[in-house]
């Protein structure tokens, strides 16, 4: 049981670093958009590479934010019948929909998704556009994003897991959200 609670506890630790890192790249995607519109307005300057990079970061948030997300209980999830389950069912449907679900998901996504992104880093793949960036970062962030979720779920399947066995009792979940 420590093993496993070990485990889970190294997972939640990197989702929360790499949560605090994408915290900063909400700041950096906004720097330069508000950086790109100032150019394209004010100067009538526009570049690819501004507009890709833009994109990147965009979507590092997204890629990246998930495990992180999925930790702090904020995916979307239909409350309407979940609200008002007791805990341990609520704990069942955690359970099953982590493991017969999300961890599924993930991995069809990351097999998928392999072949595509080693063809892309195998010919470092370039954006068509002139002046664009490399394209072969973001899909390797894809599967690093993947992975985090993958790990996530692992995290979240071994606490629920041990919360129905009686063996680790959760606080109370509560999505964190935006006042």
């Not at 049981?1 to 070990?6: A, C, E, K, S």
């Not at 998930?66 to 341990?88: C, E, I, N, S």
């Not at 993958?150 to 066995?165: D, P, V």
């Amino acid at each position: 049981m420590q093993v496993l609670l070990g485990i889970s506890k190294v997972i939640d630790a990197l989702n929360e670093r790499v949560g605090q890192l994408v915290i900063w790249l909400v700041l950096a995607v906004t720097l330069l958009s508000a950086v790109n519109a100032l150019m394209r307005y004010a100067f009538h300057y526009s570049s690819n590479a501004y507009l890709e990079a833009q994109w990147y970061l965009f979507s590092l948030i997204f890629l990246w934010g998930a495990g992180w997300t999925l930790k702090h209980g904020g995916h979307v999830r239909v409350d309407v019948l979940y609200a008002r389950f007791p805990r341990q069912t609520q704990l069942w449907i955690d359970f099953l929909g982590t493991l017969f679900f999300l961890l599924p998901m993930v991995v069809l996504i990351l097999w998928l998704s392999w072949p595509i992104v080693a063809e892309s880093v195998h010919i470092r793949e370039m954006s068509p556009d002139a002046g664009g960036l490399p394209r072969w970062p973001i899909k390797v962030a894809m599967i690093i994003g993947l992975v985090l979720l993958g790990l996530q779920g692992i995290s979240e399947l071994i606490k629920r897991g041990l919360a129905l066995a009686g063996k680790l009792q959760l606080e109370e979940e509560k999505p964190e959200e935006v006042a």
